[in-house]
């Protein structure tokens, strides 16, 4: 038996054994295979670089798979994945990890700072990348998410960030509305790119509370 089935078989254990003891009545077969990866809580797996799903937007779960499926979010092993699944299917699946609780822990304190957190919070209005608005003013403070189209960055892989923002420098991803990543990420210098996805890499997904900007002690509760 391969390595990669063995983890796929083992997930689908942990993944039997979460929903019954959270009394699910309903997995969607297809989250064994989805939990080899992202875990059976749907946290992800911050060692492999796997994103988390838990707590996401369910129409943008089920639009990301049908972008894998159909080549406008380019990825070899989430098309194997997502090639097969009809438009039910991929609603089950974002129900499922939508409904998954994200645990709640405190921001970093301090809050990071520096290329990261200033492009992240600020945007750069200056000569070099003229009209980069701030990352937060879609994503939401401190990335946490809004709504379907902008799901949360906060606590996502460094390395997975990094790479949603190079596939849109280089067009392997073209599933945003409006063109808008795309437009913002060809403002971006690869020191800009790293430096904005090491920043939300370290934020919390599930904060306890928002702190003002520039202060990890303050803020509204």
């Not at 994945?81 to 939508?98: F, T, V, W």
């Not at 379907?148 to 392997?172: C, H, M, N, S, V």
Request: charged share 15%; with cysteine.
């Amino acid at each position: 038996m391969s390595r990669a089935l063995i983890r796929v078989v083992a997930a689908g254990a942990v993944v039997s054994m979460t929903a019954i003891s959270a009394g699910s009545a309903a997995v969607p077969p297809q989250i064994a295979s989805c939990a080899a990866c992202h875990g059976a809580a749907g946290l992800g797996d911050v060692g492999a670089q796997y994103p988390a799903l838990a707590g996401l937007s369910s129409a943008y779960i089920e639009q990301q798979l049908y972008s894998f499926k159909h080549g406008t979010r380019v990825n070899a092993i989430m098309k194997s994945m997502a090639i097969s699944l009809d438009a039910a299917q991929r609603k089950a699946i974002g129900a499922y990890y939508a409904g998954l609780k994200v645990p709640a822990k405190p921001e970093p304190d301090p809050l990071p700072t520096g290329l990261g957190a200033d492009i992240a919070m600020n945007g750069d209005w200056g000569n070099k990348t003229t009209g980069l608005p701030s990352c937060d003013s879609c994503h939401g403070p401190y990335g946490i998410g809004v709504g379907a189209e902008f799901p949360r960055l906060a606590g996502q892989p460094k390395a997975y960030l990094a790479d949603q923002l190079i596939a849109w420098q280089k067009g392997t991803r073209k599933n945003d509305p409006l063109h808008l990543m795309t437009n913002v990420a060809s403002k971006l210098s690869a020191a800009q790119v790293q430096a904005v996805a090491g920043y939300y890499a370290s934020l919390s997904a599930n904060p306890t509370h928002l702190p003002k900007p520039g202060d990890a002690k303050g803020g509204k509760k």
